[in-house]
């Protein structure tokens, strides 16, 4: 119930709705139990009074009611559905908004198909319960209660022998139930394995087929299918055994009511148009039971969707506003950092009490071996982690009191592996500033280098590129972000390695673009190649989470450290890549 409940912002604006598809779906339901009792009058009208006009009568009231019955479940119909869709699509929304909000330390420990499956079959399966079960529940609550109601009346003893057999009901639900929850929990977790493996296998596709692992991925896809399909029929199993249960239960006291009825006819004390009510009566009260059972299985398996799902959404917000945050007025650019340490998880720390100043304008290069925090630096920086110790300042305001949109609004990262949407090449590139215009894109596409190559494509700029861009060359990929950036126009630049994928020929390319986007914005780089280092006003050596050199290209060779070290291996990793071609 308290999961339950976290749904009632979602119901809530939709409550007249439901209230009269409610109101609807009971009203067929009466119309039926009326329909029943007609149908037993008639019988004896015919049989026993044999009247013509009495009969003539009542068949245009059982085809008046038969007209009321279709338009009242057309209306439920389409009511229950318009209600289903549109609680279901805001709930959808409210958890895809919850998700991006979400930190990078949570999407480096999820997979993309896991999320995904949440996201799409999770919460349709919570639908049925949310809006569809209600309304038959509804029309089953109608059903039972008219129907015991009719059969009171009518023959009290008859009822009684109908009502023994609900609690030797409710035991078999319960005994069932408990095993059909494990069930479907255990189905909702294999589907989003499948869906995972097949998230990974598209995404990875060139190196499913240049690693030759085909058959293994099949392997791998039919073992998780096979693995779906055995507990599926698990499940299948205990509601072939559940329904079937239920509805013997119920058909003994069909078989009882007919017998007992049967011996009152014959004594006179009840009429055959009784007797045949009362028996469509106990029959209509065998669906509701049987639906019992549809309904708790159901319920079960939405109770593991759930859990699911608000897994999910209960995860904190690590990365999101203070109560206090403000938006930050357009900024100069100036960057410190204050004695920051900085650890992921429980592992060791990645930073270790680095301070360093960076003013506005200034372009600065980290450098340092793999895993010294280079990464780690820019990821404070753009605030997509917080720092364990220690600040992050912007303009002298620590960022943690920023307001996320106003502080992402004046940053712009230019990454290695550059994203792209499958979309068109003109939407990519306004991404950052949906507004602009057409000649303001041209204008930074020409600025990053990337007009002329974009001009020679058959759709130019409504070319619609594939999964992340996977039609253009990696330079082609690279000139496209930068003029995304450029479009965006920040005060802050973060460059993390952008031109080391890139051949000779398109790194010079995006090197002029870059040299274009730095002017007159503080940049932060990360780079392997000296060639871009060297043009930084500053650079910054790290090794093991600390600052140890800092100063100019010229000087710091100078000094035979650290740095002395990396440029001159890779001077040699140069002459060997050369030399191969």
């Not at 008046?64 to 439920?76: A, R, T, Y």
């Not at 106990?282 to 799902?309: C, N, Y």
């Not at 949109?405 to 979309?423: A, I, R």
Request: charged share 20%; proline share 3%; aromatic share 8%.
């Amino acid at each position: 119930m308290n999961q339950l409940s976290r749904f009632l912002p979602f119901i809530r604006p939709q409550m007249r709705i439901m209230a009269c598809a409610g109101v609807a779906i009971m009203g067929v339901a009466a119309c039926n139990l009326v329909l029943i009792r007609l149908a037993g009058s008639l019988w004896d009208v015919i049989t026993v009074q044999q009247d013509l006009q009495q009969l003539t009568t009542m068949v245009w009231m059982f085809i008046g009611l038969v007209v009321g019955q279709g338009v009242l479940s057309m209306g439920h119909s389409y009511l229950t559905a318009m209600v289903s869709q549109r609680v279901m699509a805001d709930f959808r929304t409210h958890v895809f908004s919850h998700l991006h909000q979400l930190s990078l330390n949570f999407f480096a420990k999820r997979r993309t198909g896991e999320l995904i499956s949440r996201l799409m079959n999770d919460v349709g399966v919570i639908q049925k319960l949310l809006t569809e079960t209600p309304m038959d529940a509804l029309k089953h609550l109608v059903t039972i209660v008219g129907g015991v109601g009719f059969l009171f009346v009518m023959n009290w003893r008859l009822c009684i022998l109908i009502l023994i057999l609900l609690p030797l009901l409710a035991l078999v639900a319960r005994i069932f139930g408990k095993r059909l929850k494990v069930l479907s929990m255990k189905i909702q977790d294999q589907t989003a394995h499948v869906t995972v493996l097949i998230e990974e296998v598209v995404s990875g596709i060139r190196e499913v087929k240049s690693f030759v692992q085909g058959r293994r991925e099949e392997a791998r896809f039919r073992s998780a299918v096979e693995g779906l399909l055995a507990t599926t029929m698990q499940r299948t199993a205990v509601m072939a055994v559940f329904v079937p249960v239920i509805t013997f239960f119920t058909f003994v006291m069909a078989t009882g009511v007919l017998w007992y009825g049967g011996k009152q006819v014959i004594e006179g004390q009840l009429s055959p148009g009784e007797l045949f009510a009362f028996v469509l009566f106990a029959g209509i009260l065998i669906g509701p039971f049987g639906s019992a059972a549809r309904i708790f299985s159901q319920v079960k398996e939405v109770q593991g969707a759930m859990t699911r799902v608000f897994e999910l959404l209960d995860t904190p917000l690590d990365i999101q506003d203070s109560p206090d945050a403000k938006p930050l007025a357009p900024i100069r650019g100036d960057v410190q950092f204050e004695e920051v340490q900085f650890a992921y998880d429980e592992r060791p720390p990645v930073l270790d009490t680095v301070s360093f100043s960076i003013t506005a304008g200034e372009c600065v290069a980290l450098v340092g071996p793999t895993g010294a925090g280079k990464t780690t630096i820019i990821n404070l920086l753009h605030r997509f982690y917080d720092p364990t110790k220690g600040r992050v300042l912007i303009d002298g305001h620590d960022v943690r009191s920023i307001q996320l949109d106003s502080l992402y609004g004046q940053l712009s990262l230019v990454p290695q592996d550059t994203f792209l949407f499958g979309g068109t090449i003109m939407d990519n590139i306004r991404y950052g500033r949906w507004e602009a215009t057409e000649t303001e894109i041209f204008e930074a596409s020409q600025r990053a280098n990337a007009h002329d190559f974009i001009q020679d494509l058959p759709e130019k700029y409504e070319t619609i590129l594939g999964e992340n861009g996977v039609n253009l060359s990696g330079g082609q990929r690279q000139r496209v972000a930068i003029a995304r950036a450029l479009l965006k126009d920040p005060r802050i630049l973060i460059l993390d390695e952008a031109t080391s994928a890139l051949d000779s020929q398109s790194e010079s390319l995006v090197q002029g673009a870059l040299v274009e986007l730095m002017k007159g914005r503080t940049t932060l780089m990360i780079a392997h190649r000296f060639s871009s280092i060297q043009r930084a006003d500053r650079i910054l050596v790290l090794h093991k989470g600390t600052i140890v050199e800092e100063g100019r290209h010229e000087a710091l060779l100078e000094k035979q450290g650290l740095y002395h070290h990396l440029y001159r291996l890779r001077e040699v990793e140069g002459i060997a890549d050369v030399a191969q071609q």
